[in-house]
Protein backbone atom coordinates (compact mmCIF):
# COMPACT_ATOMS: atom_id res chain seq x y z
CA UNK A 1 0.00 0.00 0.00
CA UNK A 2 1.06 3.43 -0.76
CA UNK A 3 1.17 6.62 0.89
CA UNK A 4 -1.32 8.01 -1.09
CA UNK A 5 -3.55 5.16 -0.48
CA UNK A 6 -3.13 5.39 3.52
CA UNK A 7 -3.08 8.99 3.75
CA UNK A 8 -6.71 10.20 5.57
CA UNK A 9 -9.13 12.14 3.70
CA UNK A 10 -8.96 16.23 4.29
CA UNK A 11 -12.30 18.17 4.15
CA UNK A 12 -11.20 19.04 1.09
CA UNK A 13 -11.26 15.55 -0.22
CA UNK A 14 -14.49 15.17 1.67
CA UNK A 15 -15.90 18.37 -0.65
CA UNK A 16 -14.73 16.59 -3.51
CA UNK A 17 -16.31 13.46 -2.66
CA UNK A 18 -19.58 15.29 -1.79
CA UNK A 19 -19.53 16.99 -5.34
CA UNK A 20 -18.69 13.33 -7.07
CA UNK A 21 -21.77 11.80 -4.67
CA UNK A 22 -23.93 14.18 -5.96
CA UNK A 23 -23.07 13.83 -9.97
CA UNK A 24 -23.41 10.15 -9.55
CA UNK A 25 -26.83 10.45 -8.02
CA UNK A 26 -27.60 13.01 -10.98
CA UNK A 27 -26.92 10.04 -12.98
CA UNK A 28 -27.91 7.52 -11.58
CA UNK A 29 -31.41 5.88 -13.34
CA UNK A 30 -34.49 5.01 -11.64
CA UNK A 31 -33.99 0.85 -11.71
CA UNK A 32 -36.85 -1.10 -11.96
CA UNK A 33 -37.53 -5.33 -11.21
CA UNK A 34 -36.73 -6.99 -14.32
CA UNK A 35 -34.39 -3.81 -15.84
CA UNK A 36 -30.95 -3.71 -15.94
CA UNK A 37 -29.44 0.00 -15.07
CA UNK A 38 -27.43 1.76 -18.36
CA UNK A 39 -23.91 1.20 -18.20
CA UNK A 40 -21.73 4.61 -17.55
CA UNK A 41 -20.27 6.40 -20.07
CA UNK A 42 -16.70 7.24 -19.90
CA UNK A 43 -15.61 8.84 -16.73
CA UNK A 44 -19.41 8.82 -15.44
CA UNK A 45 -19.26 6.07 -11.96
CA UNK A 46 -21.53 3.50 -11.82
CA UNK A 47 -25.37 4.20 -10.19
CA UNK A 48 -25.78 3.54 -6.89
CA UNK A 49 -28.05 -0.12 -6.54
CA UNK A 50 -31.20 -0.01 -5.16
CA UNK A 51 -32.90 -2.23 -2.61
CA UNK A 52 -33.96 -4.94 -4.70
CA UNK A 53 -30.82 -4.71 -6.96
CA UNK A 54 -29.10 -5.85 -3.54
CA UNK A 55 -25.74 -5.00 -2.70
CA UNK A 56 -23.70 -3.03 -4.84
CA UNK A 57 -20.92 -5.20 -6.95
CA UNK A 58 -17.15 -3.18 -6.71
CA UNK A 59 -15.82 -2.30 -10.25
CA UNK A 60 -13.04 -4.72 -11.60
CA UNK A 61 -9.47 -3.61 -10.55
CA UNK A 62 -7.96 -2.04 -7.78
CA UNK A 63 -9.54 0.28 -5.45
CA UNK A 64 -8.77 2.16 -2.06
CA UNK A 65 -10.77 1.74 0.87
CA UNK A 66 -12.06 4.74 1.57
CA UNK A 67 -11.30 5.63 5.62
CA UNK A 68 -13.79 8.04 6.96
CA UNK A 69 -12.16 9.85 9.80
CA UNK A 70 -14.32 10.43 12.91
CA UNK A 71 -16.65 13.07 12.53
CA UNK A 72 -16.23 16.07 15.45
CA UNK A 73 -18.62 17.32 17.47
CA UNK A 74 -19.30 20.54 15.76
CA UNK A 75 -19.84 18.71 12.26
CA UNK A 76 -23.05 20.25 10.36
CA UNK A 77 -26.00 18.95 9.81
CA UNK A 78 -25.53 19.13 5.91
CA UNK A 79 -22.33 16.94 6.55
CA UNK A 80 -24.27 13.97 8.27
CA UNK A 81 -26.71 13.98 5.39
CA UNK A 82 -23.65 13.36 3.64
CA UNK A 83 -21.93 11.02 5.68
CA UNK A 84 -25.03 9.28 5.70
CA UNK A 85 -24.90 8.39 2.13
CA UNK A 86 -23.01 4.92 0.78
CA UNK A 87 -19.64 6.47 -0.62
CA UNK A 88 -19.17 6.91 -4.33
CA UNK A 89 -17.92 4.23 -6.71
CA UNK A 90 -14.90 5.33 -8.49
CA UNK A 91 -14.91 5.23 -11.73
CA UNK A 92 -14.79 1.31 -13.58
CA UNK A 93 -11.73 0.85 -14.87
CA UNK A 94 -11.48 -0.74 -18.57
CA UNK A 95 -12.57 -4.29 -18.64
CA UNK A 96 -9.38 -7.13 -18.67
CA UNK A 97 -8.32 -8.76 -22.08
CA UNK A 98 -9.99 -11.92 -22.48
CA UNK A 99 -8.44 -15.05 -21.51
CA UNK A 100 -8.45 -17.92 -24.40
CA UNK A 101 -10.59 -20.61 -24.44
CA UNK A 102 -9.83 -22.92 -22.13
CA UNK A 103 -9.52 -27.00 -23.59
CA UNK A 104 -12.33 -29.22 -23.29
CA UNK A 105 -12.50 -31.70 -20.29
CA UNK A 106 -13.47 -34.95 -21.20
CA UNK A 107 -15.70 -35.34 -17.97
CA UNK A 108 -17.80 -32.53 -19.24
CA UNK A 109 -21.47 -33.16 -20.17
CA UNK A 110 -22.29 -33.19 -23.78
CA UNK A 111 -25.65 -32.34 -25.40
CA UNK A 112 -24.99 -33.81 -28.85
CA UNK A 113 -25.48 -37.24 -27.70
CA UNK A 114 -29.49 -36.38 -26.11
CA UNK A 115 -30.39 -34.72 -29.06
CA UNK A 116 -29.55 -37.22 -31.37
CA UNK A 117 -31.36 -39.86 -28.95
CA UNK A 118 -34.10 -37.78 -29.53
CA UNK A 119 -34.07 -37.18 -33.30
CA UNK A 120 -33.96 -41.76 -33.38
CA UNK A 121 -37.00 -41.42 -30.96
CA UNK A 122 -39.17 -39.12 -32.79
CA UNK A 123 -38.05 -41.13 -36.13
CA UNK A 124 -38.78 -44.37 -34.49
CA UNK A 125 -42.35 -42.73 -32.87
CA UNK A 126 -43.54 -41.43 -36.25
CA UNK A 127 -42.49 -44.91 -38.44
CA UNK A 128 -44.17 -46.64 -35.71
CA UNK A 129 -47.43 -45.00 -36.18
CA UNK A 130 -46.91 -44.72 -40.03
CA UNK A 131 -46.71 -48.32 -40.22
CA UNK A 132 -49.54 -48.70 -37.62
CA UNK A 133 -51.80 -46.42 -39.21
CA UNK A 134 -51.63 -48.00 -42.61
CA UNK A 135 -51.22 -51.86 -41.47
CA UNK A 136 -54.07 -52.32 -38.76
CA UNK A 137 -57.17 -52.22 -39.19
CA UNK A 138 -60.16 -50.59 -37.61
CA UNK A 139 -63.95 -51.77 -37.29
CA UNK A 140 -66.20 -49.23 -38.85
CA UNK A 141 -69.69 -48.58 -37.75
CA UNK A 142 -72.97 -46.37 -38.51
CA UNK A 143 -73.46 -44.69 -35.27
CA UNK A 144 -77.40 -44.08 -34.79
CA UNK A 145 -80.01 -43.76 -32.01
CA UNK A 146 -82.95 -46.03 -31.01
CA UNK A 147 -85.02 -47.12 -28.30
CA UNK A 148 -86.76 -50.27 -27.35
CA UNK A 149 -90.00 -50.80 -29.18
CA UNK A 150 -92.69 -52.95 -29.39
CA UNK A 151 -92.85 -55.26 -32.70
CA UNK A 152 -95.28 -53.93 -34.77
CA UNK A 153 -95.51 -50.99 -32.41
CA UNK A 154 -97.87 -50.10 -29.59
CA UNK A 155 -101.73 -50.80 -30.07
CA UNK A 156 -103.41 -47.47 -30.16
CA UNK A 157 -107.58 -47.75 -29.29
CA UNK A 158 -109.52 -44.91 -31.49
CA UNK A 159 -112.98 -44.53 -32.02
CA UNK A 160 -114.10 -43.80 -35.50
CA UNK A 161 -117.39 -41.94 -34.96
CA UNK A 162 -116.34 -40.43 -31.60
CA UNK A 163 -119.31 -39.29 -29.02
CA UNK A 164 -119.90 -38.50 -25.40
CA UNK A 165 -118.07 -40.80 -22.70
CA UNK A 166 -120.69 -42.43 -20.23
CA UNK A 167 -118.08 -44.30 -18.13
CA UNK A 168 -114.55 -45.30 -18.39
CA UNK A 169 -113.64 -48.82 -16.91
CA UNK A 170 -109.55 -48.76 -16.94
CA UNK A 171 -107.13 -46.69 -15.25
CA UNK A 172 -103.26 -45.88 -16.27
CA UNK A 173 -100.76 -48.91 -16.06
CA UNK A 174 -103.81 -51.52 -15.84
CA UNK A 175 -103.55 -55.08 -17.42
CA UNK A 176 -106.58 -55.80 -20.04
CA UNK A 177 -106.64 -59.17 -22.19
CA UNK A 178 -108.45 -58.79 -25.68
CA UNK A 179 -112.29 -57.87 -25.78
CA UNK A 180 -112.47 -56.64 -22.60
CA UNK A 181 -114.18 -53.04 -22.38
CA UNK A 182 -112.18 -49.69 -22.02
CA UNK A 183 -114.72 -47.05 -22.21
CA UNK A 184 -118.41 -47.07 -22.99
CA UNK A 185 -119.81 -43.70 -24.78
CA UNK A 186 -123.37 -42.95 -24.63
CA UNK A 187 -125.89 -43.85 -27.04
CA UNK A 188 -129.12 -42.08 -26.47
CA UNK A 189 -129.26 -40.85 -29.41
CA UNK A 190 -127.84 -43.94 -31.54
CA UNK A 191 -130.46 -45.59 -30.17
CA UNK A 192 -133.77 -43.57 -31.32
CA UNK A 193 -132.11 -43.15 -35.02
CA UNK A 194 -132.01 -46.75 -35.00
CA UNK A 195 -135.45 -47.00 -33.95
CA UNK A 196 -137.46 -45.11 -36.44
CA UNK A 197 -134.83 -46.27 -38.95
CA UNK A 198 -136.06 -50.08 -37.85
CA UNK A 199 -139.52 -48.62 -38.06
CA UNK A 200 -139.43 -48.02 -41.54
CA UNK A 201 -137.43 -51.24 -42.25
CA UNK A 202 -139.96 -53.23 -40.91
CA UNK A 203 -142.89 -51.93 -42.40
CA UNK A 204 -141.69 -52.06 -45.86
CA UNK A 205 -140.53 -55.35 -45.66
CA UNK A 206 -144.58 -56.08 -44.28
CA UNK A 207 -145.29 -54.01 -47.42
CA UNK A 208 -143.00 -56.54 -49.55
CA UNK A 209 -144.97 -59.25 -48.18
CA UNK A 210 -148.35 -58.32 -49.14
CA UNK A 211 -147.41 -56.91 -52.61
CA UNK A 212 -145.29 -60.51 -53.02
CA UNK A 213 -148.36 -62.37 -52.54
CA UNK A 214 -150.94 -59.43 -54.99
CA UNK A 215 -148.12 -60.06 -57.47
CA UNK A 216 -148.49 -64.22 -57.29
CA UNK A 217 -151.96 -63.93 -57.12
CA UNK A 218 -151.59 -66.47 -53.52
CA UNK A 219 -154.49 -66.71 -51.65
CA UNK A 220 -152.54 -65.76 -48.76
CA UNK A 221 -149.68 -63.58 -47.74
CA UNK A 222 -146.91 -64.48 -46.23
CA UNK A 223 -144.26 -62.21 -45.03
CA UNK A 224 -139.91 -62.29 -44.23
CA UNK A 225 -138.42 -64.66 -41.74
CA UNK A 226 -136.56 -61.03 -40.56
CA UNK A 227 -139.90 -59.46 -39.99
CA UNK A 228 -141.47 -62.33 -38.26
CA UNK A 229 -138.11 -62.97 -35.59
CA UNK A 230 -138.45 -58.86 -35.18
CA UNK A 231 -141.89 -59.17 -34.38
CA UNK A 232 -141.68 -61.82 -31.56
CA UNK A 233 -142.23 -59.94 -28.25
CA UNK A 234 -143.21 -56.94 -30.23
CA UNK A 235 -146.84 -56.17 -30.27
CA UNK A 236 -145.92 -52.76 -33.08
CA UNK A 237 -144.38 -55.35 -35.59
CA UNK A 238 -147.36 -57.67 -34.92
CA UNK A 239 -149.89 -55.12 -35.56
CA UNK A 240 -147.77 -53.82 -38.73
CA UNK A 241 -148.11 -57.85 -40.09
CA UNK A 242 -151.47 -57.88 -39.27
CA UNK A 243 -152.57 -54.63 -40.58
CA UNK A 244 -150.79 -55.83 -44.17
CA UNK A 245 -152.37 -58.79 -43.67
CA UNK A 246 -155.99 -57.74 -43.56
CA UNK A 247 -155.48 -54.79 -46.69
CA UNK A 248 -154.18 -58.05 -48.57
CA UNK A 249 -157.35 -59.88 -47.79
CA UNK A 250 -159.39 -56.54 -48.42
CA UNK A 251 -157.83 -55.82 -51.63
CA UNK A 252 -158.25 -59.79 -52.91
CA UNK A 253 -161.53 -59.94 -51.76
CA UNK A 254 -162.63 -56.31 -53.65
CA UNK A 255 -160.80 -57.59 -56.80
CA UNK A 256 -162.81 -61.38 -56.40
CA UNK A 257 -165.89 -59.06 -56.34
CA UNK A 258 -165.47 -57.58 -59.29
CA UNK A 259 -164.51 -60.27 -60.90
CA UNK A 260 -167.65 -62.30 -60.16
CA UNK A 261 -169.50 -59.11 -61.28
CA UNK A 262 -167.78 -59.41 -64.61
CA UNK A 263 -168.19 -63.03 -64.81
CA UNK A 264 -172.20 -62.73 -64.20
CA UNK A 265 -172.24 -59.84 -66.84
CA UNK A 266 -170.45 -62.30 -68.91
CA UNK A 267 -172.86 -64.72 -68.75
CA UNK A 268 -175.82 -62.66 -69.28
CA UNK A 269 -174.07 -61.57 -72.97
CA UNK A 270 -173.85 -65.45 -73.12
CA UNK A 271 -177.67 -65.77 -72.74
CA UNK A 272 -178.24 -63.55 -74.78
CA UNK A 273 -175.84 -64.58 -77.77
CA UNK A 274 -177.61 -67.80 -77.47
CA UNK A 275 -181.40 -66.44 -77.28
CA UNK A 276 -180.42 -64.41 -80.76
CA UNK A 277 -179.38 -67.38 -82.55
CA UNK A 278 -182.32 -69.55 -81.54
CA UNK A 279 -184.27 -66.40 -83.32
CA UNK A 280 -181.83 -66.72 -86.47
CA UNK A 281 -182.91 -70.51 -86.81
CA UNK A 282 -186.01 -69.95 -86.76
CA UNK A 283 -186.28 -66.85 -88.85
CA UNK A 284 -183.99 -68.59 -91.06
CA UNK A 285 -186.50 -71.58 -91.00
CA UNK A 286 -189.40 -69.40 -92.08
CA UNK A 287 -187.46 -67.46 -94.35
CA UNK A 288 -187.12 -70.80 -96.29
CA UNK A 289 -190.74 -72.01 -96.23
CA UNK A 290 -191.55 -68.36 -97.58
CA UNK A 291 -188.67 -68.96 -100.45
CA UNK A 292 -190.65 -71.95 -101.07
CA UNK A 293 -194.11 -70.88 -100.97
CA UNK A 294 -192.94 -67.83 -103.23
CA UNK A 295 -191.68 -70.01 -105.67
CA UNK A 296 -194.58 -71.91 -106.36
CA UNK A 297 -196.68 -68.82 -106.21
CA UNK A 298 -194.32 -67.87 -108.98
CA UNK A 299 -194.83 -70.67 -111.07
CA UNK A 300 -198.53 -70.87 -111.03
CA UNK A 301 -198.61 -66.50 -111.81
CA UNK A 302 -196.55 -67.64 -114.80
CA UNK A 303 -198.89 -70.31 -115.85
CA UNK A 304 -201.99 -68.01 -115.03
CA UNK A 305 -203.37 -69.82 -112.58
CA UNK A 306 -202.16 -67.48 -109.38
CA UNK A 307 -202.48 -64.50 -108.62
CA UNK A 308 -199.88 -61.68 -108.19
CA UNK A 309 -201.28 -59.94 -104.80
CA UNK A 310 -200.20 -63.51 -103.19
CA UNK A 311 -196.53 -63.15 -104.56
CA UNK A 312 -196.14 -59.84 -103.53
CA UNK A 313 -197.09 -60.36 -100.43
CA UNK A 314 -195.24 -63.45 -100.21
CA UNK A 315 -192.37 -61.04 -101.61
CA UNK A 316 -193.01 -58.42 -98.27
CA UNK A 317 -193.15 -60.99 -95.81
CA UNK A 318 -189.77 -62.49 -97.11
CA UNK A 319 -188.15 -58.91 -96.92
CA UNK A 320 -189.37 -58.57 -93.28
CA UNK A 321 -187.56 -61.44 -92.46
CA UNK A 322 -184.70 -60.86 -93.80
CA UNK A 323 -184.50 -57.72 -92.02
CA UNK A 324 -185.15 -59.46 -88.84
CA UNK A 325 -182.23 -61.62 -89.50
CA UNK A 326 -179.90 -58.24 -89.80
CA UNK A 327 -181.32 -57.02 -86.65
CA UNK A 328 -180.98 -59.80 -84.70
CA UNK A 329 -177.21 -60.73 -86.57
CA UNK A 330 -176.27 -57.05 -85.73
CA UNK A 331 -177.75 -57.41 -81.92
CA UNK A 332 -175.37 -60.83 -81.37
CA UNK A 333 -172.80 -58.68 -82.89
CA UNK A 334 -172.45 -56.55 -79.92
CA UNK A 335 -173.54 -58.87 -77.69
CA UNK A 336 -170.12 -60.60 -78.75
CA UNK A 337 -168.34 -56.78 -78.54
CA UNK A 338 -169.42 -56.86 -74.69
CA UNK A 339 -168.58 -60.36 -74.02
CA UNK A 340 -165.17 -59.24 -75.25
CA UNK A 341 -165.05 -56.11 -72.77
CA UNK A 342 -166.30 -57.57 -70.14
CA UNK A 343 -162.94 -60.39 -70.77
CA UNK A 344 -160.52 -57.77 -71.81
CA UNK A 345 -161.65 -55.89 -68.42
CA UNK A 346 -161.52 -58.88 -65.98
CA UNK A 347 -157.75 -59.46 -67.70
CA UNK A 348 -157.32 -55.33 -67.24
CA UNK A 349 -158.45 -55.68 -63.08
CA UNK A 350 -156.29 -58.66 -62.52
CA UNK A 351 -153.18 -57.56 -64.88
CA UNK A 352 -153.38 -54.09 -63.04
CA UNK A 353 -152.96 -55.43 -59.62
CA UNK A 354 -149.92 -57.30 -60.69
CA UNK A 355 -148.97 -54.27 -62.37
CA UNK A 356 -149.26 -51.73 -58.85
CA UNK A 357 -147.50 -54.59 -56.61
CA UNK A 358 -144.46 -54.84 -59.21
CA UNK A 359 -144.45 -51.22 -59.06
CA UNK A 360 -144.52 -50.58 -55.24
CA UNK A 361 -142.29 -53.66 -54.75
CA UNK A 362 -140.01 -51.64 -57.05
CA UNK A 363 -140.29 -48.45 -55.46
CA UNK A 364 -139.91 -50.71 -51.80
CA UNK A 365 -136.48 -52.07 -53.31
CA UNK A 366 -134.70 -48.78 -53.10
CA UNK A 367 -135.98 -47.37 -49.71
CA UNK A 368 -135.50 -50.79 -48.55
CA UNK A 369 -131.65 -51.27 -49.57
CA UNK A 370 -131.11 -47.49 -48.12
CA UNK A 371 -133.00 -48.43 -44.76
CA UNK A 372 -131.38 -51.63 -44.34
CA UNK A 373 -127.74 -50.02 -44.86
CA UNK A 374 -128.77 -47.15 -42.50
CA UNK A 375 -130.13 -49.73 -39.90
CA UNK A 376 -126.35 -51.88 -40.17
CA UNK A 377 -124.61 -48.64 -39.73
CA UNK A 378 -126.30 -47.83 -36.55
CA UNK A 379 -126.19 -51.07 -35.34
CA UNK A 380 -122.33 -50.71 -36.16
CA UNK A 381 -122.21 -47.66 -33.95
CA UNK A 382 -124.49 -48.55 -31.60
CA UNK A 383 -121.81 -51.75 -31.05
CA UNK A 384 -118.79 -49.72 -30.93
CA UNK A 385 -120.23 -47.48 -27.72
CA UNK A 386 -118.48 -50.47 -25.88
CA UNK A 387 -114.65 -49.54 -26.90
CA UNK A 388 -113.20 -52.94 -26.35
CA UNK A 389 -108.67 -54.21 -26.15
CA UNK A 390 -107.78 -55.13 -29.95
CA UNK A 391 -105.25 -56.90 -27.80
CA UNK A 392 -104.05 -57.72 -24.56
CA UNK A 393 -101.37 -55.64 -22.67
CA UNK A 394 -100.48 -52.70 -20.17
CA UNK A 395 -102.83 -49.38 -20.44
CA UNK A 396 -100.92 -46.18 -21.43
CA UNK A 397 -101.15 -42.96 -22.00
CA UNK A 398 -105.18 -42.52 -21.11
CA UNK A 399 -105.95 -39.69 -22.66
CA UNK A 400 -110.02 -39.65 -21.33
CA UNK A 401 -110.26 -39.07 -17.60
CA UNK A 402 -113.74 -37.71 -16.41
CA UNK A 403 -117.48 -39.04 -17.46
CA UNK A 404 -119.08 -36.76 -20.09
CA UNK A 405 -116.21 -35.35 -22.23
CA UNK A 406 -116.48 -35.51 -25.84
CA UNK A 407 -113.91 -37.57 -27.73
CA UNK A 408 -113.60 -36.28 -31.63
CA UNK A 409 -113.05 -38.95 -34.16
CA UNK A 410 -110.01 -40.53 -34.61
CA UNK A 411 -108.35 -38.92 -31.81
CA UNK A 412 -106.60 -41.99 -29.45
CA UNK A 413 -107.95 -42.57 -26.51
CA UNK A 414 -105.32 -44.45 -25.30
CA UNK A 415 -102.33 -46.77 -25.60
CA UNK A 416 -102.31 -50.73 -25.43
CA UNK A 417 -98.26 -52.50 -24.93
CA UNK A 418 -98.90 -55.57 -25.94
CA UNK A 419 -97.33 -58.00 -23.64
CA UNK A 420 -96.64 -60.82 -25.87
CA UNK A 421 -94.47 -59.24 -28.54
CA UNK A 422 -91.27 -59.48 -28.64
CA UNK A 423 -89.36 -56.28 -27.97
CA UNK A 424 -87.41 -54.48 -30.90
CA UNK A 425 -84.79 -52.19 -31.36
CA UNK A 426 -86.50 -49.22 -33.74
CA UNK A 427 -82.73 -46.70 -34.79
CA UNK A 428 -82.85 -44.32 -36.97
CA UNK A 429 -80.60 -43.62 -39.67
CA UNK A 430 -79.35 -40.46 -41.47
CA UNK A 431 -79.54 -40.36 -44.92
CA UNK A 432 -75.52 -40.11 -45.53
CA UNK A 433 -75.30 -43.50 -44.41
CA UNK A 434 -78.50 -45.52 -45.10
CA UNK A 435 -76.41 -46.66 -48.12
CA UNK A 436 -73.87 -48.56 -45.65
CA UNK A 437 -76.69 -50.55 -43.71
CA UNK A 438 -78.56 -53.61 -45.22
CA UNK A 439 -80.79 -56.20 -43.76
CA UNK A 440 -78.70 -58.92 -41.91
CA UNK A 441 -76.09 -56.82 -40.70
CA UNK A 442 -75.11 -57.37 -37.20
CA UNK A 443 -75.08 -54.18 -34.54
CA UNK A 444 -73.86 -53.42 -31.10
CA UNK A 445 -76.35 -52.01 -28.87
CA UNK A 446 -75.70 -49.97 -25.86
CA UNK A 447 -78.35 -49.46 -23.32
CA UNK A 448 -77.33 -46.00 -21.77
CA UNK A 449 -80.20 -46.17 -19.15
CA UNK A 450 -77.58 -48.94 -17.04
CA UNK A 451 -74.43 -48.74 -15.91
CA UNK A 452 -72.01 -49.11 -18.37
CA UNK A 453 -69.79 -50.95 -15.81
CA UNK A 454 -71.91 -53.40 -15.50
CA UNK A 455 -74.65 -53.48 -18.80
CA UNK A 456 -72.97 -55.87 -20.86
CA UNK A 457 -72.70 -54.65 -24.79
CA UNK A 458 -75.70 -56.47 -26.55
CA UNK A 459 -75.56 -58.18 -30.20
CA UNK A 460 -78.46 -58.12 -33.11
CA UNK A 461 -79.41 -58.16 -36.65
CA UNK A 462 -80.97 -55.29 -38.95
CA UNK A 463 -84.44 -57.01 -39.38
CA UNK A 464 -86.20 -54.13 -41.67
CA UNK A 465 -84.96 -50.62 -43.39
CA UNK A 466 -87.64 -48.66 -44.62
CA UNK A 467 -87.75 -48.35 -48.44
CA UNK A 468 -88.18 -44.56 -47.80
CA UNK A 469 -87.02 -41.40 -45.88
CA UNK A 470 -89.12 -40.55 -43.25
CA UNK A 471 -89.67 -36.99 -42.01
CA UNK A 472 -89.58 -35.87 -38.08
CA UNK A 473 -92.55 -33.68 -37.70
CA UNK A 474 -91.26 -32.14 -34.81
CA UNK A 475 -87.62 -31.04 -36.38
CA UNK A 476 -88.14 -31.73 -39.22
CA UNK A 477 -84.83 -33.90 -39.98
CA UNK A 478 -85.28 -36.59 -42.62
CA UNK A 479 -83.87 -40.25 -41.52
CA UNK A 480 -84.36 -43.77 -42.36
CA UNK A 481 -86.11 -46.52 -40.36
CA UNK A 482 -84.58 -49.53 -39.28
CA UNK A 483 -85.56 -52.39 -36.73
CA UNK A 484 -82.81 -54.52 -34.75
CA UNK A 485 -84.06 -57.90 -33.44
CA UNK A 486 -82.78 -59.31 -30.51
CA UNK A 487 -81.77 -62.51 -30.00
CA UNK A 488 -83.23 -64.60 -26.84
CA UNK A 489 -79.18 -65.68 -25.93
CA UNK A 490 -78.16 -62.26 -26.08
CA UNK A 491 -81.40 -60.96 -23.97
CA UNK A 492 -79.93 -63.69 -21.44
CA UNK A 493 -76.47 -61.35 -21.12
CA UNK A 494 -78.80 -58.91 -18.92
CA UNK A 495 -79.77 -61.04 -15.99
CA UNK A 496 -82.03 -59.18 -13.80
CA UNK A 497 -82.29 -56.10 -16.12
CA UNK A 498 -85.15 -55.90 -17.88
CA UNK A 499 -86.03 -53.80 -20.89
CA UNK A 500 -89.11 -51.37 -21.26
CA UNK A 501 -90.39 -49.62 -24.69
CA UNK A 502 -89.45 -46.63 -24.75
CA UNK A 503 -85.68 -47.48 -23.14
CA UNK A 504 -82.94 -45.17 -24.89
CA UNK A 505 -80.32 -47.08 -27.04
CA UNK A 506 -77.12 -46.43 -28.93
CA UNK A 507 -76.70 -48.12 -31.80
CA UNK A 508 -73.33 -49.45 -33.85
CA UNK A 509 -73.95 -50.91 -37.07
CA UNK A 510 -71.36 -53.13 -37.81
CA UNK A 511 -69.51 -52.20 -41.35
CA UNK A 512 -66.12 -53.22 -43.04
CA UNK A 513 -62.80 -52.39 -41.22
CA UNK A 514 -60.37 -49.51 -42.60
CA UNK A 515 -56.83 -48.77 -41.77
CA UNK A 516 -56.34 -45.76 -39.70
CA UNK A 517 -54.83 -43.73 -42.31
CA UNK A 518 -57.96 -44.08 -44.58
CA UNK A 519 -59.89 -42.11 -41.28
CA UNK A 520 -57.75 -39.51 -41.54
CA UNK A 521 -57.35 -38.76 -44.98
CA UNK A 522 -61.17 -39.90 -46.07
CA UNK A 523 -62.42 -35.90 -45.00
CA UNK A 524 -59.24 -34.59 -47.07
CA UNK A 525 -60.29 -36.58 -49.90
CA UNK A 526 -64.12 -35.85 -49.66
CA UNK A 527 -62.90 -32.21 -49.40
CA UNK A 528 -61.22 -32.19 -52.67
CA UNK A 529 -63.78 -34.00 -54.47
CA UNK A 530 -65.88 -31.26 -53.43
CA UNK A 531 -63.15 -28.65 -54.04
CA UNK A 532 -61.88 -27.44 -57.30
CA UNK A 533 -65.46 -27.40 -58.84
CA UNK A 534 -67.33 -25.19 -61.72
CA UNK A 535 -70.31 -23.63 -60.70
Known amino acids: MSQDDSRPDTPSDQTAQGTDDKKAQAHQRPAT ?12 SMPWPSAAQGPARPAPGPQKPASVPAKPAATSVAQDRRAAQPPAIPPA ?9 APPDPKRWSVRKPIIVGILA ?46 ILVREGQQVDGGDVLVRLDGTLLRTELAIVEGQYFEILARRGRLEAERGDTSEASFPQELLEAAQGDDK ?24 QLQKQSEQVSAQIVGIDAQLRALEAQRGLIQEELEDQQSL ?23 QIGELQ ?46 RSLTEQINRLDIRAPVGGVVYDLQVTTPRSVIRPADPLLYIIPQDRPLVIGARIATINVDEVQIGQPVVLRFSAFSSRTTPEIDGQISRVSADALTDEQTGATYYRSEVVIPAEQLEKLGDLALVPGMPVEVYIQTGERSPMTYLLKPMADYFNRAFREN
Open 93 to 101: SPPPPPKPP
Open 237 to 260: LTGLIEGQRSLFVARRDTLTQSLE
Open 122 to 167: MVALFGGFGVWAVQSRIAGAVVATGQVEVEQQRQVVQHPDGGVVEE
Open 301 to 323: LARGLAQAPRVLALQREAASIDG
Open 330 to 375: ASRAASETRQTEIDVERLRLTAERREEAETQLRDLGYRELELAERR
Open 33 to 44: RGTPNPAPGPGE
